[in-house]
């Protein structure tokens, strides 16, 4: 599933970032959004869908992130 779809509290793995768009690409690679990557979705604006996320590299949790809808539908993500 997207990670557009996770429900906040809920944690979540990178699966894969779609590479249709490569500026989706390079924006995952500067956040540390890759495959194995875990993610914990804070919360979600029910008006613009951003998403409020920590993302979890390396051992260290990453300030929040403020994630736009359009972003966050690129990222796929398991269950954790």
Not at 35 to 45: H, K
Request: net charge negative; charged share 30%.
């Amino acid at each position: 599933r997207a990670l557009s779809d996770v429900p906040p509290g809920e944690y979540a793995r990178v699966e894969r970032v779609s590479d249709a768009d490569p500026e989706v690409l390079r924006r995952a690679a500067r956040l540390g959004l890759r495959p194995g990557v875990r993610v914990r979705v804070l919360s979600s604006n029910s008006d613009d869908g951003t998403l409020t996320v920590t993302i979890a590299t390396d051992e260290v949790m990453r300030p929040e992130q403020f994630l736009e809808r359009a972003f966050s539908r690129d990222i796929f993500v398991v269950a954790t």
